[in-house]
C-alpha cells in the first residue's frame, strides 16, 4: 500500500494510510500513516463494533489536517480479546495463503451465478 | 489490560517460509523519503476518496483470483453493506470481515462522518484491488495506473487507503 500512497502524493493528492502492520509501514516509508495496533482484517475497527469503528477512523482522519511532515503515528486503541482471538485461530499455521489461481474466488456461490448472469457489468 | 507488542509481519513470514522451504516474501523496501503534499483545504471542506486492498467487490460483480491479479473494482460510496465482498490470497484475514465488512471497508463510519459534517463529501466511487501482488513491477506498471485513471475521475482533494 506504501508504492500506491507515494505514487498518490507524489502526484500532488494527500493521501493517509489506516493500517495496523507496523513493520511493512515503516519499511514502505508512506507519506502519511496512522497505525492501530489491531490483527490484520481489523484496520478500521473492531468487529461488529460500529463505536469504535467511527472512534478509529474518525481519529485517524484527523491526521490529514494535524500532520506536517511523512511519518506514522499511533492511534491510541487496544483490543487483548481480539489479539486472544486471532491468536488462538493462527496457533501452529505457518503457511497462510490460499493457492494461487487465475479463477476468481467468489465469497460464495450465489455471488459466482450472480457475476455469471452479469448483473452488474 | 494492554495489547500486545505489534506484530513483526515480515520477520514472522520470512522465518515461517524459512521452516517450509518456501523463497522469502519481498516486501517493498522504499530507499528514498515520501513526497508529501499538505492539503489545500480541511478535511470539513474536502471531498475524500478510498481504495482498499482487500480484494473488496461487490454482490454482482467479478471477484478476484489470487495470482497477481493487478484488476480493479469501484465500489459505489452508498452501497449497502450487505452487498459487500472479499476475495484475497490472505483470506484467513477476512473471516470476520466476510461478515462485517466495516472492520475492513469503512463505508458506513465514513458516511456517518461525512453526515456529521467532519468530511466535505465523499468520491460517488471507492476503489479496490487485491493487495498480494508478488511483483513490484506490476504492481507500478499494472494496478497503479489502473488506480490513477479511476481516481482521476472522482475529483477528490484527499485520499484514504486502507490495506489488509
Partial sequence: MSLIARHFEAAGLPTLILGSAIDILEAGRPPRATFVNYPLGFESGR?????DQLAVVRQALTRF?????????????????GW?????????????????????????????????????? | MTSP???????????NYEKLGFEPYQWFAADTPPAFELP???LTESRLGMISTAGTYVHGQVAYYYKDDTSIRAIPCDTPVTDLRFSHIMENYLVEARQDPCTVFPVEALAHLKEEGVIGDLAANYYSCMGGIYSQNRVKNELIPNLQSAIATEEIDLLLLVPL
Fill in chain 1, 84 to 121: 486472544d482471538m486471532i491468536n488462538e485461530r493462527e496457533r501452529g499455521k505457518l503457511d497462510q495463503r490460499s493457492p494461487r489461481t487465475t479463477e476468481p474466488q467468489y465469497q460464495n456461490d450465489a455471488d459466482r451465478a450472480a457475476a455469471e448472469d452479469g448483473a452488474i457489468s
Fill in chain 1, 65 to 81: 489536517d494535524g500532520m506536517s511532515s511523512p511519518g506514522i503515528e499511533t492511534l491510541p486503541f487496544e483490543w487483548l480479546e
Fill in chain 1, 47 to 51: 468487529f461488529r463494533d460500529t463505536t
Fill in chain 2, 5 to 15: 507488542s505489534p506484530t513483526h509481519y515480515i520477520r514472522q513470514t520470512r522465518d
Fill in chain 2, 40 to 42: 489545500t483545504k480541511p
